[in-house]
T-cell receptor, first 110, second 115 residues
């Protein structure tokens, strides 16, 4: 069983602040990592992918990967009410199969 | 038109009934997947297929079967539905992304209730 942990409870952030989400994974050989955003009642939407250690920026999103410590994080800068959603961390554990964390709910307060 | 479609979008069925969920895609992707999502349990892989002749079980395949009728179509069947199969079901497809590894894209989902 490949474990992907997202342990933080719901995260409330004021509009314009930075939201920080963390994810740890158990499979040391995993090479690709993804963040999905899921609005209530909707399907997951891919927002970030990262494969190399370090930071990857795309607009207001930054993904950070540390393979030695087996964690991946997502930063959302200048948070907007439209960022209110559940964010899912996913890890490719081989053969393009993904293991998902249970998700972190983000609420952006205007 | 949506790239990945799922039918039906909502379904209520009774215990013991056979039900089929269908997925079609116009993305031209070879790889297709079926997941279920339950509150508190996250997304779990049921079956996946890399082409018409290649079908593989995921982590929770018991009670389910699949058919890959064509590159664009991947169906999930519940031969005899039971209440704990009540869940949100997603189909996904994947293709190589900009950085050379596969990325998965999800359909709109089917909400299934077994009474």
């Amino acid at each position: 069983q490949k474990e992907v942990e997202q342990n933080s409870g719901p995260l409330s952030v004021p509009e314009g602040a930075i939201a920080s989400l963390n994810c740890t994974y158990s499979d040391r050989v995993s090479q690709s990592f993804f963040w999905y955003r899921q609005y209530s009642g909707k399907s997951p939407e891919l927002i970030m992918s990262i494969y190399s250690n370090g930071d990857k920026e795309d607009g207001r999103f930054t993904a950070q990967l540390n393979k030695a410590s087996q964690y991946v994080s997502l930063l959302i800068r200048d948070s907007q009410p439209s960022d209110s959603a559940t964010y899912l961390c996913a890890v490719n554990y081989g053969n393009n199969r993904l293991a998902f964390g249970k998700g972190n709910q983000v609420v952006v307060i205007p | 038109d949506a790239d990945v479609t799922q039918t039906p979008r909502n379904r209520i069925t009774k215990t013991g009934k056979r039900i089929m969920l269908e997925c079609s895609q116009t993305k031209g992707h070879d790889r297709m997947y079926w997941y279920r999502q339950d509150p508190g349990l996250g997304l779990r892989l049921i079956y996946y297929s890399f082409d018409v002749k290649d079908i593989n079980k995921g982590e929770i395949s018991d009670g389910y079967s699949v058919s890959r009728q064509a590159q664009a179509k991947f169906s999930l069947s519940l031969e005899s539905a039971i209440p704990n199969q009540t869940a949100l079901y997603f189909c996904a497809t994947s293709d190589v992304g900009r950085e050379g590894t596969y990325e998965q894209y999800f359909g709109p989902g089917t909400r299934l209730t077994v009474t």
